[in-house]
């Protein structure tokens, strides 16, 4: 289990450490339980250090390098300047291409994905705000409402080539819930016939049929 967690949030990077002397952390399970709890959470996870995004653009643009596998100079030094540097340590992260960019880009660390660091990053996530004693109430929330839409902004202005872009995407995601739709009819006539055999060649819609399979 790594001794060092990162988390790349909306209003900037966290460094957490995990306790040596606290054994809860040996199965998701047992994570999944304390993080119910800040308090007792809070003694298995630390918060060591936070690195704050200064605007919407600042953000926009590690979150950019991050997502296609580049560590941001800014994350960079911020791990360097906090992570011990005399002896390797071994660091929790979510992302795969996150993961192999920091070992090469910086010496002496291991990076490690897996079940019980997603669970403890989940905690983290969960808590941040009560970490972060700085962050105002409703700032996690206007920070991720302002990333997201500018991310999104950003992927679809990439493609300038495709100005008919959004209506692909539309048109591909009608298709698919179209065909989700079948899906469930499908399985609701499939399993009801179990109970109710004849009103499969009753009622050919499948519309009424989920109706009617609720009402009786």
């Keep these: 289990m790594p001794f060092w967690i990162l988390h790349e949030s909306a209003s900037g990077y966290g460094l957490f450490e995990r306790a040596e002397a606290e054994e809860i952390a040996t199965s998701t399970d047992e994570i999944q339980t304390a993080i119910q709890d800040f308090k007792k959470f809070n003694k298995m996870v630390q918060n060591v250090g936070f690195m704050p995004f200064q605007s919407t653009e600042n953000a926009l643009e590690n979150i950019n390098a991050i997502s296609e596998g580049i560590v941001p100079e800014l994350l960079k030094s911020f791990i360097e300047m906090n992570l011990p540097k005399k002896k390797k340590v071994t660091l929790g992260v ?28 989940r905690g983290i996530r969960l808590h941040f705000d009560q970490y972060i004693k700085e962050l105002k109430n409703g700032e996690i929330e206007r920070a991720q409402l302002g990333l997201g839409h500018a991310y999104s902004r950003a992927k679809v202005k990439f493609n300038i080539h495709r100005v008919d872009n959004m209506i692909i995407q539309s048109i591909s ?44």
């Design 94 to 121: 979510v992302d795969d291409k996150l993961a192999t960019a920091l070992q090469e880009a910086i010496p002496g660390i291991k990076c490690e994905k897996s079940a019980a660091v997603a669970e403890i990053i």
């Design 173 to 216: 995601l009608l298709d698919q819930m179209d065909k989700d739709l079948n899906t469930f009819a499908m399985r609701c006539r499939e399993w009801y016939s179990w109970h109710f055999p004849e009103l499969v060649r009753v009622v050919p819609d499948n519309y009424q049929f989920a109706k009617l399979a609720c009402l009786i």
